[in-house]
């Protein structure tokens, strides 16, 4: 059988309708439970660098809190703002706006994943990017909880796809092919700065397109398309840097260097200092171990990404055993290989930088997010690769049968974990769940007081007076539920304050340092996550936190 009979089950059209179904069934699902998430720490800090951002406009950029109070500077408006904006028309609640907003943006880049890899690899391609990223926990949790680092890894995602389909040859390399590079650039730069990481792709792609030129036509087509770059080149950073200006009021006080000393800022400013539980012991944000961040991928991450990761570096050294006899420059300097090396770079240049540089980090891999979207197209676009250059057909669809069967043992996962899927620690390094909890944080933002007060709602304890409830962590985490519930029997105070009753996670063992009457446990697949407890036969009416 040759080459192309075998691919040829890969490549067919009917994939790309199961990319639409299941984009279908993912919109459908999220649609229907969507309402069950409780509230992130960053909401509130979101909502209220949005509402800054509008005093800034609505003042004439004469109210300066967004640029003098806290740390709200360091990042763009271009989510928040129209989330906050089209609540002041439905009236939906801000948390809630920013919630829906940021499921749209979350739905949007699974539908560019599956897109991109298509466009690299085909509908098989296509199908497997978009399938292990919504199955990704950690990302389809985030899409659901995190106004602002899941926007920006999408927005980074979009920027590549763009950079892929405006591919640049001397035919054509005009001015308005770097417009809209860097319109998506701009876009995620207006979310955070660490968006101008998207001109190192370009910059990677288009070089590579000047060396193919090289290989393929001679220097001299290189030189010429290289200087047709030129002004497309300068076009993507004015439109980026345009873009950027509008939705940040701290690079309109600096409109040139405004964003790269927000770059630099970045590597200096400690946002939050403390202890973090990491491999069973305790260690410190501004002084992490190296294999912080690789130690988190491999536990959170799904099995069906190292299954591909094996299936893809197989294909790779098949296809380069297979072309060893061609010159080295005809084998590598080639559009895909290029493209290929871009992706890789996108998911794998940032995390080797924070190994290197020591960035401070917490809770998680939340900040670097933005790194899985391009190695889930990766794997994708390699796995169907690999898939098409197995010689038997029957091993071909058992490999892609384990890779479903893999992607369906994660989504029942998911679906006991709901709505807590970011929690996910995976089988094979994690030891699961349960395994995870013991070595690892698990709800550090305090998602599950949502369900302690729910059940407290459903559950009153007997009490004379309004009971006073608080939570270990963030009041409006709690708060929030307790006050628009408009249930007299229960109010909303801080934990210094005298309390009755007390929801506590487990992060810092807060649970272990409440002393009261145990009502109730939220927990998922075993393993408890937020603790109700009625102290007022014990330290309620104090006011020293235990």
Known sequence: MDEAKRGHWALDRRWNAATALLLVGLVAVGAATIGDYGLSWDLEHVQEQGERILTWYSSGFSDRRILEQGNYWLYGGLVVVPALLADRLVGLGPFEMLRVFTALIGWLGVATAGWLGARLGGPLAGFLSALLLATTPVYYGHAFTNPRDLPFAVLSLIALAVIVRTWPDPQRARWSSGLLPG?????????????????????????????????????????????????????????????????????????????????????????????????????????????????????????????????????????????????????????????????????????????????????????????????????????AAALQRIRRPGLAVATLGLVLVLVGRTALDMVALHPYQGLHFNRLFGGGLAGGAQAFETDYWGLSYREGVEWLLAHPPAADRPLRVANCSNTFLSGYFVERAHDDRFVSVFINEPRDIMLATTRYDCHKRVKGQLLHVVERMGVPLTYVFDVRATDGSSTRWP
């Not at 288009?206 to 770059?229: D, I, P, T």
């Not at 961040?293 to 591909?308: I, Q």
């Not at 992706?343 to 997010?369: E, F, M």
Request: glycine residues 8%; aromatic residues 12%.
């Open 183 to 383: 319109f998506a650039i701009g876009l995620a730069m207006s979310v955070r700065v660490a968006g101008l990481i998207g001109f190192f792709s370009m910059g990677l792609a288009w070089a590579g397109a000047v060396a193919c030129a090289a290989a393929g036509k001679g220097w001299s087509h290189a030189v010429q398309l290289a200087r047709r770059m030129e002004i497309p080149a300068l076009w993507s950073v004015a439109t980026a840097w345009l873009l950027v200006l509008v939705c940040w009021p701290y690079a309109q006080t600096d409109p040139l260097l405004g964003p790269i000393r927000v770059a630099f800022a970045h590597s200096r400013i400690l946002e939050w200092m403390g202890p973090l539980k990491f491999m069973g012991r305790t260690v410190y944000s501004e002084s992490l171990p190296w294999n912080y961040a690789p130690v988190w991928f491999g536990v959170t991450l799904p099995e069906a990404w190292f299954f591909t990761a094996v299936v893809s570096v197989a294909g790779v050294v098949a296809w380069a055993l297979a072309g060893r006899r061609r010159p080295l420059v005809e084998w590598v300097l080639r559009p895909p290989v290029i493209l290929a090396a871009m992706l890789v770079a996108a998911g794998a240049v940032p995390l080797l930088l924070v190994i290197t540089r020591g960035t401070v980090l917490y809770d998680g891999i939340r900040h670097l997010l933005f790194v899985v979207p391009p190695l889930a197209v990766c794997l994708g676009w390699g796995t």
